[in-house]
């Protein structure tokens, strides 16, 4: 009996470092004291293929492909200013990069074009949103209102002036891959709803169920129900058709309200960026599981930027501790579309005696 006993704390231990050890090497970390990421404060991420991503740093741009860092920076480059805040790649693979201080370097693998405030309409030099549409449309986030540049270089500039938009500092541009519709979330003046470019529908909390007027990320799930990163009442849910949800401290227990960044996996689960809490799931109902620097290799709290890849792997740039690579399928708690079990106990039920 006594052997039993010790193989049964022996299959325990087991079970404790095989958990710890899955939960480690689920992340991948690059800052700069390991990579040749130019700097630890990561703004923004878009994937050209599935083996080259771009990331936006405070100073400087990188492309990671196949291993390999590339670093583009006002010293090296023809790029207009080293803090990125944006960046889209369009079907041509050109890259339309938009920074805080200098609007938009466009990047065609080989030659720069600047368009700031001085040489185009752009209503801002600070561009914090960029998405492109279907038809190859750039959409521009500023903090003077949105930028339309369609394929012939036609310029249209939307504004609280000249729209129903609610606040000119854009903060988040979703495009709906089924429809072409464009969302858009702002600082202060809820959500815009473009549709067919001319439709403009404002959500605010005084004419919708939206829970907070500042929407800093915006993705969507298979079924087309949005889900809106809120600053001050945590996660927003809007049903397709009609109807909303909201996760917050009073609601669910998502450990903060303070949300920054939102993308969705294949099983249409929301991961969700925190100001003061690292990262969340929600993985069933109202129910979150949190990932901090308390119990991951999260090495901050504040989450700038999530990207989902292809091959469902989370990207979180962070702002003090570089770049996060998770591979969700290895946590512990998280569904997986692949999910086998670890360990399978017989007889059962179990007796004194386990085979194995």
């Given amino acids: 009996m006594k052997m039993v006993k010790k193989y049964f704390l022996f299959l325990i231990l087991l079970l404790i470092v095989n958990k710890a050890s899955s939960q480690s090497i689920a992340w991948t970390h690059f800052d700069i004291s390991n990579s040749g990421l130019p700097n630890n404060s990561v703004r923004c991420i878009a994937f050209e293929n599935d083996s080259t991503a771009w990331i936006g740093t405070d100073f400087g741009l990188a492309k990671f492909s196949y291993g390999v860092w590339t670093i583009f920076n006002t010293g090296n480059s023809g790029i207009g200013n080293n803090d990125i805040r944006s960046i889209a790649i369009d079907t041509n693979h050109v890259k339309w990069i938009g920074t805080f201080a200098n609007g938009i370097s466009v990047f065609n693998d080989t030659t720069w074009t600047i368009f700031n405030t001085l040489n185009s309409p752009l209503p801002d030099d600070f561009v914090r949103s960029l998405a492109i549409d279907q038809n190859n449309t750039k959409w521009i986030g500023t903090l003077g209102g949105i930028a339309k540049i369609d394929t012939t270089n036609n310029w249209n500039i939307y504004t609280m002036w000249n729209s129903v938009l609610g606040s000119n500092n854009i903060a988040s541009i979703f495009v709906n891959p089924n429809t072409n519709d464009k969302w858009v979330g702002t600082v202060n003046g809820g959500m815009l709803l473009i549709e067919k470019d001319t439709n403009l529908t404002s959500f605010t909390i005084q004419n919708s169920g939206i829970p907070d007027n500042t929407v800093l990320g915006i993705d969507m799930d298979v ?21 909303w949800l909201t996760y917050n401290l009073v609601s669910s227990n998502i450990p903060t309200a303070s949300l920054t960044s939102v993308a969705i996996d294949a099983l249409g689960k929301p991961w969700a960026g925190t100001n003061t809490h690292g990262l969340v799931y929600n993985n069933t109902g109202n129910n979150f599981i949190t990932y901090d620097t308390t119990n991951s290799p999260l090495t901050d709290n504040l989450i700038q930027t999530l990207r989902m890849s292809a091959d469902q792997k989370l990207w979180i740039g962070t702002q003090t501790g570089g770049l996060f690579i998770l591979d969700p399928s290895l946590l512990t708690g998280v569904q997986s579309l692949t999910a086998t ?10 007796t004194d005696f386990f085979i194995y």
């Fill in 223 to 243: 079924n087309q129900n949005f889900y809106l990163a809120t600053p001050g009442n945590g996660l927003a849910l809007k049903l397709n058709g009609f109807g």
């Fill in 341 to 350: 079990p670890s360990l399978i106990l017989y007889p059962n039920p179990c």
